[in-house]
């Protein structure tokens, strides 16, 4: 009978293969736990587009209010004046319904970016939530692996003690 280094050797692997197999279970756990963090995110990030989309209309009916008012104020003004709606008063409201677009305009496409800009976090935390799920799948197969390594060390420490 052989009991030397390389028995020695094989049980210490064969016990470090069984302790690593509780270890893989936890990290597939804690992997997991990462992953619903990340759908819980992607769907608060979702949430945040429509909230943003809302918004954003909300926006754009409260400027074409305001439009409204000012021009219409203007137009009393100039009314009430006891002038023409012609010459500079026609200009000034042309130039107020043109600020009022550009106002409009800026609003949603600013609307616009910050929704996409919380689209694309939901997709990319839908995406990490993926990559966690599939590395805890891999330390779950880890975990089923290193019980066949423990055996196979088992029994290299098992042969090397009988042979010579």
């Not at 002038?83 to 026609?90: M, R």
């Not at 130039?95 to 694309?120: C, P």
């Not at 995406?127 to 060390?153: C, P, V, Y």
Request: hydrophobic share 45%; proline share 0%.
């Amino acid at each position: 009978m052989a009991f030397g280094i390389g028995t020695i050797s094989s049980i210490g692997s064969a016990a470090s293969d069984l302790f690593s197999i509780g270890a893989h279970r936890t990290k597939a756990e804690g992997l997991r736990l990462e992953a619903g963090n990340y759908d819980a995110a992607a769907g608060f990030a979702d949430e945040n587009a429509e909230f943003t989309r809302v918004s954003t209309a909300i926006k754009q009916y409260q400027l074409d209010r305001n439009i409204s008012q000012t021009i219409g104020g203007q137009a009393a003004d100039v009314a009430g004046a006891g002038f023409a709606a012609s010459g500079s008063a026609l200009d000034l409201m042309r130039d107020s319904a043109r600020e009022g677009e550009l106002a409009k305009a800026v609003g949603a496409q600013q609307g616009l970016i910050t929704e996409e800009g919380y689209k694309v976090q939901g997709q990319t935390y839908r995406n990490m939530g993926a990559a966690a799920r599939l590395a805890a799948q891999s330390e779950d197969d880890a975990g089923d692996f290193a019980k066949f390594t423990a055996g196979i060390h088992a029994a290299s420490a098992i042969a090397s003690f009988f042979i010579k």
